[in-house]
């Protein structure tokens, strides 16, 4: 059992900031007294000690306070994708067999017509139902449920509970540290689970979020620049956003800025170079939805002498490689206590781990003093006359191009070879194609330089900026 972490905040650190947007701020004995509220409302729909419910709504305030509400009330959270298709949120709420969907009244338009849908504007008019709210939470109970981005076939519902969250919390802190004047700057949605964490990290830690419903690189440069913030999470596209703007402006990042957290899929090592000039410190980590966030993070001690690593497990968490006959490369393992135990719905009877471990799909290895190098996602392969080919490792030479923005590889069918990598390219400035072979030949090998370049105007990302390769190839359609 764990206590209440919102009434344990609140009796520990009452006073103390717990949240702040824009110009208005909370405190956490605020946000304690508004859930309280909030929870007796969701009981009087007879959400409560158990129901599940699906969420959809922006990164607002609103949403940390619903969000905190159904954690009193003790409801399963459904965390939905406000960047999905109606079709695809349908999917999602039916494999999840919630007992009610809680929407942002801006959101209702995603929905397809359900009478489980209870607006915000009516949940917050809902004559409350007082009852006894629990003072500790079950560590197996499924706080929240997220689906994954479903790179094969259908997205899996992933519960994530009371114990995996904190166990990924307090391995995090004792990685990064905590100090009373930390602030995260949250810009990643809370539907996913980098945003979430940074939640139940302030409740544990006692630590203020400074939100932000969406990324701003402008806005998010000047609190690096001011030190108004101690740390954020960014994915590699939002890291070099930020790293732009600062170079723009000349400046460096304060000192009180201590982690730019970098996780989403593996960092160009230009970027890493970029942001040592800066003084930014940059730690980047592993994790995924079925492991509630971190597994891996290098420190930033380590971040100049092991360029490209994800680092070593946090200390409570596990990794190996299944690897192939006579191959370092392998599969990514793990396992700990921040593992899901189980998925829900239509994969309700798949096990999430095999003999004690969990496949992840990414592809990686460890080196001889035990650091994770993620390679790529293994549904991402290339694989040409026989040779693997990971479409990063291209991405991270494009991606050091002073004319590339962004990029992305796939592979394309090709009679003679099976498949051979192409590009697909976000220009920062003027570029040919043929200036970017040429760069490409001075550090890939010749059967991994891209045979066709496409520049394009965006790449495909899903709802946490990750780049979706698998629709890389809906692109040529713009082509024709």
Not at 151 to 167: E, I, L, Y
Request: aromatic share 8%; glycine share 8%.
């Amino acid at each position: 059992m764990q206590p209440n972490w919102i009434k344990q905040r609140a009796y520990l650190t009452p006073n103390r900031i717990a949240l702040s947007f824009h110009e208005q701020q909370w405190t956490f004995r605020e946000l304690y007294e508004q859930s309280v509220k909030m929870a007796y409302q969701l009981n009087a729909y007879g959400l409560s000690n158990g129901k599940r419910v699906a969420i959809l709504a922006p990164s607002t305030p609103q949403l940390i306070q619903v969000i905190y509400s159904c954690m009193q009330a003790q409801c399963e959270m459904v965390l939905l994708n406000s960047r999905l298709s109606k079709q695809e949120l349908a999917y999602q709420i039916e494999d999840a067999e919630v007992d009610a969907i809680l929407a942002h009244d801006d959101d209702l338009v995603k929905l397809q017509q359900d009478e489980r849908i209870i607006r915000f504007s009516k949940l917050v008019q809902k004559q409350g139902q007082p009852f006894d709210i629990a003072q500790e939470w079950d560590e197996q109970f499924a706080m929240t449920i997220m689906y994954t981005s479903g790179t094969t076939g259908f997205p899996k519902g992933v519960c994530q509970t009371v114990g995996n969250h904190s166990a990924s919390a307090i391995s995090s802190a004792l990685n990064l540290g905590i100090k009373e004047q930390d602030t995260w700057l949250c810009t990643v949605p809370i539907f996913h689970i980098s945003g979430f964490s940074i939640v139940v990290r302030s409740l544990l830690y006692g630590m203020k979020i400074r939100l932000y419903e969406k990324f701003d690189g402008k806005q998010c440069a000047e609190e690096i620049i001011q030190g108004t913030v101690t740390k954020m999470s960014v994915v590699a596209v939002t890291l070099e956003m930020i790293l732009t703007e600062m170079e723009q402006q000349n400046v460096k990042a304060s000192p009180e800025f201590t982690t730019m957290l970098a996780g989403g899929g593996p960092v160009p090592v230009d970027y890493l170079k970029r942001a040592s000039k800066l003084d930014m410190p940059v730690a980047q980590t592993y994790g995924m939805t079925e492991t509630a966030s971190q597994t891996a993070t290098l420190s930033n001690e380590d971040a100049m002498s092991h360029l490209g690593s994800a680092g070593k497990p946090l200390f409570f968490n596990q990794i190996q490689i299944a690897k192939q006959q006579g191959e370092e490369i392998g599969e990514i393992l793990i396992r700990g206590p921040h593992v899901t135990p189980r998925y829900i719905g239509k994969y309700k009877d798949t096990p999430t781990m095999v003999d004690g471990w969990l496949h992840t799909g990414d592809l990686g290895y460890l080196d001889a003093d035990g650091y994770l190098y993620v390679v790529d996602r293994r549904a991402d392969l290339i694989i040409s006359g026989g040779e693997n080919i990971y479409p990063a490792e291209i991405e991270n030479c494009l991606l050091a191009h002073p004319g590339v923005k962004e990029a992305g590889v796939c592979g394309i069918v090709h009679e003679k070879w099976g498949q051979v990598p192409i590009a697909f390219i976000v220009k920062r400035n003027d570029v040919t194609e043929q200036e970017i072979i040429n760069f490409c030949k001075q550090s890939l090998a010749n059967y991994k330089i891209p045979k066709l370049i496409y520049f394009v105007h965006e790449l495909p990302r899903n709802g946490s900026n990750k780049l979706v390769r698998r629709n890389l190839l809906q692109l040529l359609d713009g082509e024709k």
